[in-house]
């Protein structure tokens, strides 16, 4: 099936317009819950990672100890990266699941991922969209959606690729500033790719 990935950077809006293509009927893989809910669901990934970081990353009711992993993964590069390649292809294995239950008649897939680009998962997608909004905006967004402070939002936004970055690598563009509509956008975008799953398809 042919597959959209979509991303953007904190606070510019790529979850709300993946609730845009879900009215249009378009099922949406939402990588970064998916992540979480794997911690403490698939075997591989949960042997691996108590190999890796010990037996104590887990409780005894299978709960995820996250304190013992942020303790380990945090400031250090390589553990950081040692646990990455343990939930990026269990994040892999868990689209494919989805994917297998998504019925013959829908046209697309679209599977949004806070590091599509990083992770180097906007390989397995056909085509990418990049949501981008100005500073000021997500900084706004952000402040008022998480009660954080401006200090907390840069830090955040400093483990990401910037929007300069990911563009080079994206292949259509949302643009949800505060003047164009998101929605006009993604109905735009939603024709395109039903052309583009239409000839995949043959
Ligand atoms: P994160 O990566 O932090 O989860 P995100 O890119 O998924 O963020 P959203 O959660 O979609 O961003 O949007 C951030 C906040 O901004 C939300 O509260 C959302 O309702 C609001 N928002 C997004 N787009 C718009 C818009 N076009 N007009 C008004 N509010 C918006």
Redesign the pocket.
Known sequence: MYKVGIT????????????VFEVLGIPVFYA?TAAKEIMTQDTLLIEGVKAAFGNESYFEDGKLNNKHIAGIVFNNEQALSQLNALVHPAVFRAFDAWEATIPATVPYTLK?A?ILFESGSYKLCDTTIL?T?PYEV?LK??M???GVTEEQVKA?MDKQLSDEEKSKMANHFIV?D?QQS?IEQVLALHQEFLNAAEEFKN
């Open positions: 953007g950077g904190i606070g510019s809006g790529k979850t709300t317009a993946c609730k970064d949004e806070a949501v909004a997500k967004r952000l008022q959606r998480d955040r949800n505060e998101i």
